[in-house]
């Protein structure tokens, strides 16, 4: 992609928006057609507009998960360099893969790479990326919290052209449906993502036909140096200096020890260090990651403190990556990576911590930092096999601004936590609950988001489950002097009573029978700012509502209830003359 146009601030901006629409209509695409819920519901898919020479990011979608549009620039450099070694790329060439350790994140997204060919070479590439239902592995789903390494985790494939000069390749497709348990759901999610690349390539066509192909470029070129230039100035208002931050996963699933996720964060002269040096090495688990997801969540965590500046390759111009080739952060094959969101959820966590102690005023606390990947699997009487996963809700960290967001979905995404109707009608299940969880956020001046309370009854004679999880023995921290909300917490009914995983957020092997449940607790966001300091009529609301217990008013807020419900203003003013609970 080359030109030596200029573009005025009024053509850019036009530009801008038909970029991103692009982007978004390839993601309405994948949505509308994709046949497993959690791409079709849950949006659990991206996409995006590449560079054809580095593969950086240029757009991304605005209906997907910002991680994978932060991971996909890895993926798209991946096949440059296939192609490079292979003959090149060519035009009507599509590539497939999920291979964690090239530009992906685990062995459940699928990745496609399409060239934009104009003028007989490569304008820029066209990515799109989903969430498949299963593919193959141990178990169903995918998400297996007791892998040890990433074969046990599904089947990998490394770039591959799915497409060879317009040529579909049906041995490929072939290859894949055979490893996986629900091979329709595959189907129709690969055609989902086909259809979406060559929707895109029609609109950039369409588009280089309006403008000329110089003119976009230079668009391009320009909208990533005014996301570099502004990033410049948002570090330059950082104070100067050195600060850290450091959190934990509750382990690997492996053994039952807590991994460190630590940051030493460096501003400086316009330009940001980030140093997880410290962090723990890596695991036997399935919670490592590799670099590229590493420094894709601090693309995301940085976005989410500098939302103004515009979402491309050139935010990250700015930041120097120092991450330990040994690290859990910075794996190779065959080391499991499938939860992969739980390490980098606590990347994003570390990252807001560390912001907080030196800019109150864009710092977040953090959120319930887990996904819950829950898998119930069995087969219905009738002999057909069925597979329900999904991945829960959770409370988000309150801001300067104002309280955390009550039963959002992970701060990794703009996804959607599917309807319990979409997931009862489509699986044997029968959600006996559904709820926010009381007292689940940290207090604070503004009081973190509430997590969720979820009860599943099987309505078939068997299944399999698995729970993947987090943040089940340490909390979501609040900042600013905010309170650290709820931990998570799982159970499930076996015919002896109720049980919880040994390994508190982590478990295999469980077995239900007809009419037991499982209940998932949430954790909550963390609270900003000392709880006392809220006013009382917004306890009293809170109260009112269900959201915070009496008791948990009294203890954290310093506000007191009479035995009517009403504010006891005396009992009130004595308890807030002393230090609060911490």
């Known amino acids: 992609m080359s030109g030596t146009a200029t573009v005025d601030a009024v053509t850019l901006a036009i530009l801008k928006g038909r970029l991103e629409q692009i982007a978004d209509e390839m993601d309405a695409t994948l949505f509308r057609s994709a046949f497993n819920p959690i791409i079709a519901e849950a949006h659990d898919a991206s996409h995006g507009i590449y560079d054809a020479a580095t593969?950086?990011?240029?757009?991304q979608g605005k209906s997907g998960l910002p991680i994978f549009v932060g991971v996909m620039a890895f993926a798209v450099q991946a096949v440059i360099e296939k192609a490079r070694l292979r003959g090149g790329i060519h035009e009507g060439d599509v590539w497939i893969f999920n291979d964690p350790y090239d530009g992906g994140t685990h062995l459940s997204d699928f990745r496609l790479v399409k060239p934009v060919f104009r003028d007989g070479a490569v304008f820029c590439f066209l990515a799109s990326v989903g969430h498949w239902h299963d593919v193959g592995g141990n178990v169903p789903g995918n998400y297996n919290p007791a892998a040890t390494e990433c074969f046990q985790e599904g089947m990998l494939i490394p770039p591959v052209k799915l497409y060879d000069r317009g040529a579909f390749r049906q041995d490929v497709v072939d290859i894949l449906s055979a490893n996986s348990r629900l091979p329709m759901s595959l189907y129709g999610d690969l055609n989902g993502q086909i259809n979406a690349l060559e929707l895109g390539e029609k609109r950039m066509h369409a588009l280089i036909d309006d403008y000329g192909a110089p003119t976009i470029s230079a668009a391009l070129a320009a909208l990533k140096a005014r996301?570099?230039?502004?990033?410049?100035?948002?570090?330059?208002?950082?104070?100067?200096?050195t600060v850290s931050a450091?959190?934990?996963?509750?382990?690997?699933g492996i053994v039952d020890e807590p991994l460190k996720i630590a940051l030493d964060l460096t501003i400086g002269d316009g330009r940001m260090v980030m140093d997880f040096s410290r962090s723990s090495?890596?695991?036997?688990?399935p919670v490592n990651i590799s670099r590229a997801t590493t420094v894709a969540a601090c693309y995301v965590a940085l976005k989410h403190i500098f939302g103004d500046v515009p979402a491309n390759a050139g935010v990250l111009e700015p930041v120097e990556f120092r991450i330990d080739p040994g690290s859990l952060l910075s794996v190779t094959a065959p080391k499991p990576v499938g939860g992969y969101t739980e390490t980098i959820l606590r990347l994003i966590d570390v990252v807001f911590q560390a912001i907080a102690s030196i800019a109150p005023g864009?710092?977040?606390a953090c959120a319930y930092g887990t996904i819950n990947a829950l898998s119930l699997a069995g087969h219905r009487?009738?002999?057909?096999?069925?597979v329900m996963f999904s991945f829960f809700g959770g409370g988000h960290g309150a801001h300067g601004g104002g309280d955390g967001l009550n039963h959002g979905n992970a701060p990794i995404s703009t996804a959607t936590i599917p309807p319990l109707e979409i997931l009862e009608a489509a699986y044997p299940v029968r959600f006996t609950q559904w709820a926010l969880r009381p007292d689940s956020g940290g207090p604070g001046r503004h009081r973190g988001g509430l997590g969720a309370v979820y009860e599943i009854e099987l309505l078939e004679k068997q299944a399999d489950v698995f729970l993947f999880g987090e943040r089940g023995r340490f909390a979501p921290r609040g900042v600013v002097g905010g309170g650290d909300a709820a931990t998570n917490r799982f159970t499930y009914q076996q015919h002896d009573g109720e049980h919880r995983p040994q390994m508190v957020s982590k478990m295999v092997g469980i077995k239900l029978a007809r009419g037991q449940r499982l209940r998932l607790e949430t954790p909550g966001g963390?609270?900003?700012g000392p709880a006392f300091l809220r006013p009382v009529d917004e306890v009293a609301r809170d109260v009112r509502r269900g959201f915070v217990s009496a008791e948990q008013a009294a203890v954290s807020y310093g506000v007191a209830f009479s035995a009517n419900g009403t504010v006891?203003?005396?009992?009130t003013r004595q308890l807030r003359s002393r230090e609060p609970a911490t």
């Open 526 to 528: 963390g609270g900003y």
């Open 55 to 59: 593969g950086e990011t240029l757009v």
């Open 381 to 386: 009487e009738n002999g057909q096999r069925w």
């Open 568 to 571: 006891d203003a005396d009992a």
């Open 246 to 252: 450091e959190d934990f996963l509750d382990n690997d």
């Open 281 to 285: 090495p890596a695991c036997a688990g």
């Open 362 to 364: 864009p710092a977040m």
């Open 227 to 241: 996301a570099a230039e502004m990033m410049r100035a948002q570090i330059a208002e950082l104070p100067a200096g």
